[in-house]
């Protein structure tokens, strides 16, 4: 792909894939300051690192979102990107969810928990709640609620205690303190199910309160807060109040009720004076008194069922939405004449109001949160947050995409508040720009479609199937794009449904490049298959049965679990590597595709992403980029890899020689350095010589696939890797996109990060680097070098690479030298005072029309095409033949139900 080509670009829009709507938001709690005393204002005021948001679906996988940006950063054009994928079991769903910290003495004040710390609790509907682990990936524990179906669940300010409601009425508190989940109690049953939960705010124990600076007690701070009561929205129109250490009922609540019918109280929350606020399927938004448990504040804020609430970090803000699609901010503003109140600081001259309502979603809200998130705590205990950040609302429902927004409160504005997504100037809930997160299709943030290239198939993984699609040739490639999305005869023909029986959603799947393979896999069996096409042009495939006894005897304890979080065949379809999801290891098999009968072997077992750390010569290798709050983006220039094989591959019996079994009494590899991490990317070189994996915690390796052999490590990134391929053209060049749009580029036969891709990585232009939507992936044009030479003789090559995300394509030249006419090349103003930047850019004669931005500010060596969304897959099937798989929203919007609309104007 050089200047000048014309791309013949077949824009598929028949892969039917649709994303699972967004049911449940969370974010970890933060821990409770200490009654000692308050924090200096220094302390209070410094920024908090942006937490971990998870996301549960509708189809039962729950996706773990990482803020990209670093820690002395505030602002993140990406903001939040897929870190890892937790697949459900199939099929399931996710209905709540809640973090909690896993040992709270250990997180300082200051502090955000981090994944180590953390435990994260789903409930699905059923009797069960699941515990999760979140480093392995998997189920970590379940145990039943002992009161029928789960409908909310709620952990307490403090982390040591979850509550859960019931089917038949009652609430369930289970103990988690030391890591354990345990009964504790069940307080007094009603005649109702229990719809939502929200706990009061913890009181300072007396001890506490009388502990002296000089005293020799060392109590943790968790002991200094003691639960005092919780509130319960219920399905027979009422609100009731738990004595949490009795277990009995305080008080009742009553809502209004519309001919007799029952009102379904869905949301409800505290703030940190103990005010009660809740949500009901009339649409009402209700504010009560914690003391006397009557109504302060009614507004019938909604045109139907209030799902879902949440409250701002200093309490001062409410926001609900559910079915009408509207989210409505309420606040508590200060009046002019003093009021009676009875509410226990007694606010007197303020009073709620409903301040602004936005519509952000195209159908039901199901699921709000805000970081950072509300703790009900007393005034005299609040946390103080620095009051030039805006907080970042998230919300998600039915239409598939989580929306984030700042929420900045308009009286706020008295200094300059920064927007954290980068999307306007204005950081206000009323006036800033939301913005729409783009959904992954597949796991980790990858694609879920895989091309074949020489037998021209498309694979699509869905939770239990897969589907393939075979594009056509075509005469001409003019107007290829406009009916690739119209019949079968436009280009292309469905060849192959495959319905699957697995225990949890599919993970990963992959196709070779010939067409004969098939390899898909859950997160505990991975399922191989022999395809072969019938007089009709139909593939059908049949499984390979001892494929699954073959990797067990390759594991640890011959264990049952055989999935992959990651397939890839080799270009020449004879060797298919494996990601193990549960152990981490890399699996070479060769399928003996030359044999007259193909048999798999395994030829080797890597265990590299296995280890915490590799050791090279005296020293961990981790380079610049291990940091990940380092300013620093640019790795370590060179990376030696003399003794890795000796040090950082702990030696199998089976790795000393090709498709070598290990026997039966063979001692397992000492555990003194493991640590799994899950493996999410995999990429193969054209020439099937080089193999580059990276998992979840930033760890890139490169194999010899012809010597079956570890050759080299890569410093530690400071994002997590969304692109990883290698050139088509140049031998061993490893390019690497992040989640932060930063690029990287590694020469796997030098070893080194090479002097020529230095301006890539240290000048990136900042309209590249500063795209909403981050790289999902990377290709390169197979002839695009043999085009090159024979119109240049003598000359270098550029290498071009074309790089997308969900709405964008961008051509980058690799080896662009910085200066003028490069990355760092400064706009100069033509007559009419408009900035312009000279040079010429890639011709891609079959889109219709580029991007306006595109246009206004071309470059030399960046291209950007915007007309494409959103986007699914991208990859060159040819010499300058593109594929670019789209599913427009509206597509997927119109397999869903109505959305709620009731008219104003015109009716009868």
């Known amino acids: 792909m050089v200047e000048g080509t014309t791309l013949a670009v077949h824009r598929c829009r028949f892969v039917d894939f649709a994303p699972a709507a967004i049911t449940a938001l969370c974010f970890p709690p933060l821990p409770l300051p200490s009654v000692k005393g308050k924090k200096t204002a220094a302390a209070s005021r410094r920024p ?130 030391h890591d354990t989940l345990t009964h504790f109690r069940r307080l007094d049953r009603v005649k109702s199910r229990i719809l939502s939960l929200a706990w009061g705010p913890p009181v300072p124990r007396e001890a506490a309160k009388d502990r002296t600076d000089d005293s020799d007690t060392d109590d943790d701070d968790e002991d200094d807060w003691s639960d005092s009561w919780l509130v319960a929205g219920c399905s027979d129109s009422c609100l009731r109040k738990w004595d949490v250490n009795n277990g009995r009922v305080l008080d009742r609540m009553a809502t209004d009720k519309i001919r007799g019918e029952r009102t379904l ?152 508040v920064v927007n954290p997504l980068a999307t306007s100037t204005s950081a206000t809930f009323e006036d800033a720009y939301h913005r729409r997160l783009a959904y992954s299709s597949g796991t980790y943030n990858a694609s879920a479609i895989h091309l074949a290239r020489q037998a021209r198939l498309l694979l699509c993984q869905r939770d239990a199937s897969v589907t393939v699609w075979r594009i056509l040739q075509r005469q001409s490639s003019l107007d290829m794009d406009e009916t690739m999305a119209q019949s079968p005869d436009g280009g292309w023909e469905r060849v192959l449904d495959m319905d699957l029986s697995f225990d949890t959603n599919i993970t990963a799947s992959a196709i070779s490049d010939n067409g004969q393979w098939i390899a898909v896999s859950d997160w505990y069996e991975t399922k191989l298959f022999r395809v072969s096409q019938e007089e009709n042009g139909d593939l059908k ?76 010569g005296n020293r961990v290798v981790k380079g610049k980029g291990r940091k990940l709050q380092s300013d620093e983006s640019t790795p370590a220039e060179n990376v030696e890899m003399v003794d890795a094989q000796e040090r950082a591959e702990p030696a199998a019996p089976e790795d000393e020689e090709a498709g070598g079994n290990a026997p039966d009494d063979a001692p397992a590899p000492a555990p003194r350095n493991i640590s799994i991490a899950t493996i999410t990317r995999m990429a193969i070189s054209a020439d099937g010589q080089w193999l580059a994996t990276t998992d979840a915690r930033c760890r890139t390796h490169v194999f010899n696939l012809d010597s079956v052999q570890h050759h080299a490590l890569l410093p530690t990134v400071p994002a997590p890797v969304h692109a990883l391929a290698f050139d088509a053209a140049g031998a061993g060049v490893l390019v690497l996109g992040l989640a932060n749009n930063s690029i990287q580029v590694y020469d796997v036969e030098a070893r080194a990060f090479p002097r020529w891709a230095r301006a890539l990585g240290e000048a990136a232009p900042q309209r590249f680097s500063h795209l909403h939507d981050p790289i999902l992936g990377v290709t390169f044009d197979p002839g695009a070098e043999e085009r090159a030479e024979g119109a240049r003789r003598g000359s270098r090559a550029p290498r071009n690479a074309l790089f997308w995300g969900a709405t964008w394509l961008c051509r980058v030249k690799l080896d662009e030298d910085a200066g003028p006419g490069g990355f760092d090349r400064k706009r100069r103003r033509d007559g009419s005072g408009r900035r312009q930047a000279s040079g010429t850019a890639l011709a891609n004669a079959s889109a219709p029309t580029l991007g306006d931005d595109a246009q206004a500010h071309p470059q030399k060596n960046f291209k950007v095409v915007t007309h494409y969304r959103p986007i699914l897959f991208v990859d060159f099937i040819g010499r300058s033949e593109l594929v670019v798989v789209e599913r427009p929203l509206v597509d997927v919007l119109t397999g869903l139900p109505p959305a709620f609309f009731r008219p104003k104007y015109g009716k009868s």
């Open 265 to 416: 109280v869905w949301a409800v929350g505290v703030l940190g004076d103990g005010t009660i606020v809740s949500g009901d399927s009339m649409g009402m938004v209700k504010f009560w008194d914690p003391r006397t448990c009557t109504q302060m504040d009614s507004f019938n804020g909604h045109a139907a069922d209030v799902l879902c609430l949440t409250i701002s970090p200093d309490g001062t803000a409410v926001y609900t939405s559910g079915v009408d699609q509207k989210i409505t901010q309420f606040s508590l503003v200060k009046t002019s004449r003093s009021e009676p109140s009875t509410s226990l600081l007694s606010r007197s001259s303020y009073r709620w109001v409903q301040s602004c309502s936005r519509r952000m979603h195209s159908h039901d809200v199901r699921a709000l949160a805000i970081w950072p998130p509300h703790a009900p705590v007393p005034a005299a205990h609040r946390r103080q947050f620095p009051i030039d950040i805006a907080p970042i609302l998230a919300s998600g429902g039915f239409d598939m995409s989580v929306v984030v927004t700042p929420a900045a409160l308009p009286a706020a504005t008295v200094t300059k």
């Open 48 to 177: 908090l690192r942006f937490g971990t948001l998870a996301v549960g679906r509708a189809n039962g996988n729950i996706e773990l979102c990482e803020w990209t940006g670093l820690e002395h950063q505030v602002q993140a054009p990406q903001a939040w990107v897929v870190r890892k994928t937790l697949s459900g079991p199939y099929p399931s769903k996710v209905d709540s969810l809640a973090f909690v910290t896993r040992l709270p003495d250990q997180v300082a004040e200051d502090d955000v928990p981090t994944w180590a710390n953390l435990r994260l609790f789903s409930a699905a509907g059923s009797s069960d709640l699941v515990e999760w682990d979140i480093e392995q990936g998997c189920i970590r524990r379940s145990i039943s609620s002992q009161g029928g179906s789960i409908w909310c669940v709620s952990p307490n300010p403090s982390s040591t205690m979850l509550a859960l409601g019931c089917e038949d009425g009652s609430v369930r508190l289970l103990s988690l303190e």
């Open 541 to 616: 495939p049949k499984r390979v049965r001892n494929f699954t006894s073959i990797l067990q005897s390759h594991l640890p304890g011959h264990a049952p679990q055989t999935g992959a979080s990651s397939l890839q065949f080799t270009p020449d379809s004879t060797k298919l590597v494996v990601a193990t999801s549960t152990f981490s290891y890399v699996i070479i098999i060769d399928l003996g595709a030359g044999t007259g009968k193909p048999f798999p072997r395994v030829l080797r077992k890597f265990e590299q992403h296995r280890m915490r750390d590799v050791v090279v």
